[in-house]
């Protein structure tokens, strides 16, 4: 089986375009768990996810969905790209950059 992770660079699609964020490289730290109120619904692979504080929409693509979907509050970042890079058969080195800038949007978002 060959690898299936990639991540375009648009794994959150926001009312206004993302803007890169420095990955979280903190062991350490649990990420999560969701924000209070935030309100989910999966369409196809895709999950939009509406935040009634802000009023705002997002859109999270497979990879964006895969990491909110595990960022519950019980794992680090680093375990997260563990599972993930298991999950598709990548290094997790290949990808915590993608998971690490995810999870930062999230976070600047106040999804997390």
């Known amino acids: ?4 992770w990639s991540d375009t660079g648009d794994s959150c699609e926001y009312r206004r ?10 062991s350490t730290t649990f990420i999560g768990p969701h924000a209070a109120g935030v309100m ?3 369409v196809d692979d895709d999950l939009i996810v509406f935040d ?8 999270l693509n ?3 969905r895969e ?9 680090t970042a680093t375990i997260i790209a563990e599972t993930l890079a298991a999950r598709y ?11 690490a800038a995810i999870i930062a949007n999230l ?3 106040g999804l997390i």
Not at 1 to 4: A, D, G, L, P, W
């Open 17 to 26: 375009q993302c803007e890169y964020n420095p990955p979280v490289t903190d």
């Open 107 to 109: 976070a600047e978002a």
């Open 1 to 4: 089986m060959t690898s299936q």
């Open 89 to 99: 058969e990548a290094e997790p080195a290949q990808v915590a950059p993608d998971v």
């Open 67 to 75: 990491v909110w979907e595990l960022a519950d509050g019980t794992r």
């Open 62 to 64: 497979r990879t964006a």
């Open 52 to 59: 009634p504080d802000s009023e705002s929409y997002y859109t």
């Open 40 to 42: 989910e619904q999966a």
